[in-house]
């Protein structure tokens, strides 16, 4: 009981700093505050397409977070989700190029496969770096991000342009096949099925068997473990490209699901978004999709509060940055208070 | 044709020197930064919002000092929530300083809209009547502006003060270990504050610099990493301000490199060039760890965060 009520004093009194400080920042930009909070909560939640729309923005920030989560269990600070999701996109959308008129029974796996590939390998590659020299991985993986955001960039202006597309930089469209199914009438795609299954996944991959232990141990003194034979290293590449994995499939989810082709912009900033989710979940997979569809929900509902109110969707952002500032500052706060009060 | 081969390497080295110059002042900043136990990964939203400020005052005003000085201002400002989370509530670092990086991030896209497309008067170059005829000073001078003397006298300064100066010593102690400082008479988190806040300025002053005399332009997440760059170059720069010159040098040529043969080549491939400056930095980052894999410049108590 003790061990469970720390967590929620802290997420109680993050959730109340947070409403406190949006109602300032809403005062602030001379909008209602409580007008403003109450339509982004419409705009999140209030209806069937609302809600569609909350999902479609849960997808990848669901799979980013897990990106982050993963290498997070062993104590990794990776914040590359955004390159690794711009690598699936690539290495996906290489296998609708390839070969654009497999049957759905074979494109699907196909790109869904190629995707995680690509983002595991773009994963690892910070991983191997980590392992082999101690290359810190938070600066290789913010700054991998930029190259494949770029490699996008060059691929829908260069080669893979659609010569049909009349100078628009993009691809050709998806083909159905290659299409991930979604919903009737929606935009919930296979995408978030995907993220889910693999969220329970990591669930009991962290705290059953063998691998869960051995992280564990790594993790918690990585001297102690390397002395009862436990490979850092190992760990470090494997968690980082399974992570890795997890943002490709946000990629392609993207690119197949959501904008039908690959172009520039696929991502609203999911990358950082799910690095948020997965800290202010302290890297537990079950916490981490609840969490993502709270976010989910501010970012989908500011995108529509910039149609209604002309509140730019910056807003949304600039709320992320406090809202980690809050769930950062909220913990060591109580600690103070509550061992001087004692 | 001798003269044309000066002119040439007269023209790449001022054009090195000009991308490089904003990117001293952050990267000397964050050493300072470091140098005291403390990574700062809001360098890259400090150097944003100086970048916006300092634009934005510069437009204003017509005067690119008073634009610098706004920028160097900013960064210091928000440089200080990053101060807060960090020496106040005891945050994680790397968590603090990311959270400063997407604050500054939306705060400018919001705020500095209005900034995209507006004109700042830019400094003026060094050259004059009197030094045209130089060969290789005359066209480098031609391009220069005060920035560049400037940056490479703050390395200069900045390594001279933390190497030969009593709080440059109290400085470094603090960053080998806060504790053993404390038993001194030096306050840790006073000094640490006052890193965090040197930082700021300088990460501000160089997106100032960046804005107002380099691409003389605002354009939304213009900095483009080059904050999260400046991190990494600190420790490929050994966590020594002298080398931070050099280091910034080789991020500036690659830019220049990718700029000069973007005309060549096939569509889209100016997108693979600028991704040069960026594979330069994981490079150096890689050798530099492979060279020094025995031996660590890292400051002790800085070591404790990345282990």
């Known amino acids: 009981m003790k061990s469970l009520a720390a967590p929620l004093l802290t997420a109680v009194a993050t959730t109340i700093a947070f409403v406190l400080v949006a109602i300032a920042f809403f005062a602030f930009l001379g909008k209602p505050p409580f007008e403003m909070i109450g339509s982004l909560a419409t705009f999140a939640f209030g209806d069937a397409y609302s809600r569609s729309e909350t999902l479609a923005k849960t997808t990848p920030i669901l799979l980013c977070a897990l990106a982050a989560a993963i290498p997070g269990r062993l104590g990794l600070i990776s914040v590359g989700a955004e390159g690794q999701l711009h690598a699936g996109a690539i290495t996906g959308t290489a296998v609708v190029l390839a070969a654009p008129d497999l049957p759905m029974a074979i494109m699907l796996p196909g790109i869904l496969i190629a995707a995680a590939a690509g983002g595991a390998f773009y994963g690892w590659i910070p991983g191997v770096l980590r392992a082999r020299l101690d290359v810190n991985e938070t600066i290789t993986t913010l700054v991998l991000n930029y190259i494949t955001v770029l490699l996008v960039g060059a691929l829908v202006f260069g080669p893979w342009r659609d010569p049909g597309s009349q100078g628009w930089p993009a691809t050709i469209s998806f083909p159905d096949a290659a299409t991930l199914p979604a919903l009737a009438n929606s935009r919930i795609h296979l995408g978030f099925a995907i993220g889910l299954v693999l969220a329970v996944a990591c669930h009991f991959f962290f705290i059953v068997g063998r691998g869960a232990q051995q992280v564990r141990i790594l993790a918690g003194n990585r001297k102690v473990g390397e002395m009862f034979g436990l490979s850092f290293g190992f760990w470090v590449m494997v968690l980082m490209a399974a992570g890795g994995a997890a943002a490709g499939i946000a990629g392609i989810g993207e690119v197949s699901a959501i904008q039908g082709r690959l172009q520039q912009n696929i991502s609203l900033g999911y990358g950082l978004t799910g690095f948020l989710v997965a800290w202010l979940s302290r890297h537990q997979p079950l916490v981490i999709v609840p969490v993502s569809l709270l976010v989910g929900g501010l970012v989908a509902g500011s995108d529509a509060l910039q149609l209604f109110a002309k509140v730019p969707v910056a807003s949304a952002v600039i709320l992320q940055g406090l809202l980690f500032a809050l769930a950062l500052a909220v913990p060591g706060l109580l600690a103070r208070f509550s061992t001087r009060s004692t | ?307």
């Not at chain 2, 970048?51 to 960064?75: D, K, S, Y």
């Not at chain 2, 031609?142 to 010593?169: E, K, N, S």
């Open chain 2, 1 to 307: 044709m001798d003269g044309e081969i000066v002119t040439l390497v007269a023209v790449w080295t001022i054009a090195t020197l000009r991308s490089a110059t904003p990117l001293i002042f952050v990267t000397l900043g964050e050493t300072l930064t470091q140098r005291t136990g403390v990574i700062n990964l809001g360098v890259e939203g400090q150097m944003l919002t100086g970048a916006a400020v300092g634009f934005g005052v510069g437009a204003a005003t017509g005067n690119p000092w008073a634009g610098f000085l706004a920028g160097a201002t900013a960064g210091t400002a928000l440089s200080l929530v990053h101060a807060a989370l960090v020496l106040g509530a005891r945050a994680n670092q790397i968590g603090a300083g990311l959270a400063v990086w997407m604050i500054a991030l939306g705060g400018t896209s919001y705020f500095a809209r209005p900034l995209v497309g507006g004109q700042v008067t830019p400094l003026p170059n060094l050259g004059s009547d009197l030094t045209d005829g130089i060969p290789f000073f005359g066209p480098l001078l031609d391009q220069m502006t005060l920035t560049a003397p400037l940056a490479i006298g703050a390395v200069f300064l900045v390594g001279w003060w933390l190497a030969a100066t009593r709080p440059g010593l109290a400085w470094r102690a603090v960053g080998e270990s806060g504790e053993i400082a404390a038993q001194n008479g030096i306050r840790p988190v006073f000094v640490r504050l006052q890193a965090i806040m040197a930082g700021g300025f300088l990460s501000g002053l160089g997106g100032a610099v960046l804005s107002i005399d380099y691409t003389q332009t605002w354009a939304q997440e213009m900095t483009k990493g080059r904050g999260l760059i400046a991190v990494g170059l600190v420790i490929v720069a050994r966590w020594q301000p002298r080398l931070v010159l050099p280091v910034c040098l080789l991020f500036g040529f690659a830019e220049v490199a990718a700029l000069r043969f973007q005309s060549v080549g096939f569509e889209g491939s100016s997108f693979l060039l600028a991704t040069a400056p960026y594979l330069a930095v994981l490079i150096v980052l890689v050798i530099g760890h492979w060279v020094a894999r025995s031996r660590s410049a890292m400051p002790a108590d800085l070591r404790a965060l990345f282990a």
